[in-house]
């Protein structure tokens, strides 16, 4: 009854099944189910979509719609630290190009991938909502601001 999939322990699979089984049949349960799946894996993979249509009745086709229309969910891991750059209006004008190129470079990487040793991933995201601080990039929760492509070596490596 576990999830077939990489990374996924049969606790996983468990914990699993007691959200479906505690929200599949309240309506409109299906991305709150998602979300908790994505905390318990740290991502949504095709196996634990299939366990998700396989315990809800809900076809697959429509869990995958799901998943690939809002922008939380993730069909790929996540680091341990994860990077989002802004691309909003102002820190594009700024220069935020320049330091998702360094990004990418740094960390041998693109935007939607995550490291081999699983420490880093990285994604652009529109805005953050730190305007006057443009360019701007969030790590987890730490946010820093009037970047320039050099600073990005000795920001990587306080992480």
């Given at each position: 009854?576990?999830?077939?999939?990489?990374?996924?322990?049969?606790?996983?699979?468990?914990?699993?099944?007691?959200v479906?089984?505690?929200?599949?049949?309240?309506?409109?349960?299906?991305?709150?189910?998602?979300?908790?799946?994505?905390?318990?894996?740290?991502?949504?993979?095709?196996?634990?979509?299939?366990?998700?249509?396989?315990?809800?009745?809900?076809?697959?086709?429509?869990?995958?719609?799901?998943?690939?229309?809002?922008?939380?969910?993730?069909l790929?891991?996540?680091g341990?630290?994860?990077?989002n750059?802004?691309?909003?209006?102002?820190?594009y004008?700024?220069?935020?190009?320049?330091?998702?190129?360094?990004?990418?470079?740094?960390?041998?990487?693109?935007?939607?991938?995550?490291?081999?040793?699983?420490?880093?991933?990285?994604?652009a995201?529109r805005?953050?909502?730190?305007?006057g601080?443009?360019?701007?990039?969030?790590?987890?929760d730490?946010?820093?601001?009037r970047l320039v492509?050099?600073?990005?070596?000795?920001?990587?490596?306080?992480?």
């Open positions: 009854m576990g999830v077939d999939c990489g990374n996924c322990s049969d606790e996983k699979s468990r914990k699993l099944l007691a479906i089984e505690a929200e599949k049949d309240n309506p409109g349960s299906l991305i709150r189910i998602l979300h908790e799946a994505q905390e318990i894996y740290g991502y949504l993979p095709i196996e634990v979509q299939k366990f998700v249509a396989d315990n809800t009745g809900i076809p697959l086709a429509e869990i995958y719609g799901v998943v690939t229309f809002y922008a939380q969910f993730s790929k891991p996540k341990q630290n994860k990077i750059v802004c691309l909003g209006t102002a820190c004008v700024k220069g935020a190009e320049g330091i998702l190129d360094r990004l990418k470079k740094e960390l041998n990487m693109d935007v939607g991938d995550c490291t081999e040793d699983g420490k880093f991933s990285l994604d995201c805005c953050v909502g730190a305007c601080l443009a360019p701007v990039i969030m790590i987890n730490d946010c820093y601001g492509p050099d600073q990005v070596p000795g920001i990587l490596a306080k992480y």
